[in-house]
């Protein structure tokens, strides 16, 4: 197994275990990170969007698999599934994870994931109905930028 394969194994049984300083430490100091609700993350906000996940995650678990990686890039699936805590919904979240690597650590981290399908889960008929527009999709970003502003400012950063 290639070491950056293993260093992916170990962030997923870290984040299985809700261990956001595990993780965070996988990352290099300048990572970037992306998904469909979190864009463009950089450096320290990475590591604080997972301390912020895994702290509020309720009835959470996590199961990875397909994890490949080489010297520079690497993918792994994972499935996570918790209580949203807005509404109390069980969301079960499918998403297909990219990265690249730099002397042993994650420099970009891309997951993707269908966000109207998260939306029709976490928000229920709202979602279903309306979590397909920009709107809806662009008021969901919002909210989890702001989400992590208030955590990071809770942290004094």
């Known amino acids: 197994m290639h070491a950056n394969a293993h260093l992916l194994e170990t962030f997923y049984q870290a984040f299985q ?16 990170f992306s ?7 950089q450096g320290s906000e990475v590591g604080d969007m997972w301390r912020m996940l895994t702290a509020k995650a309720k009835n959470f678990s996590l199961v990875f ?20 805590s807005q509404t109390g919904n069980t969301v079960v979240n499918d998403i297909r994870a990219r990265f690249t690597f730099r002397d ?31 709107l809806v999709q662009n ?8 989400g992590l502003a208030d955590y990071r400012r809770e942290l004094g950063r």
């Open 65 to 84: 698999d397909g994890i490949k990686a080489d010297e520079q890039s690497g993918e792994a699936h994972w499935v996570a599934t918790y209580t949203f």
């Open 17 to 32: 275990q809700r261990d956001a300083e595990t993780m965070a430490a996988c990352y290099a100091p300048d990572a970037q």
């Open 139 to 146: 008021a969901i970003r919002k909210q989890a930028r702001k």
């Open 104 to 134: 042993g650590k994650i420099v970009s981290h891309t997951d993707t994931f269908d966000l109207w399908r998260w939306s029709s889960q976490a928000l229920g008929m709202k979602g279903l109905l309306l979590g397909w527009t920009p």
């Open 35 to 41: 998904d469909a609700v979190f864009i463009g993350l």
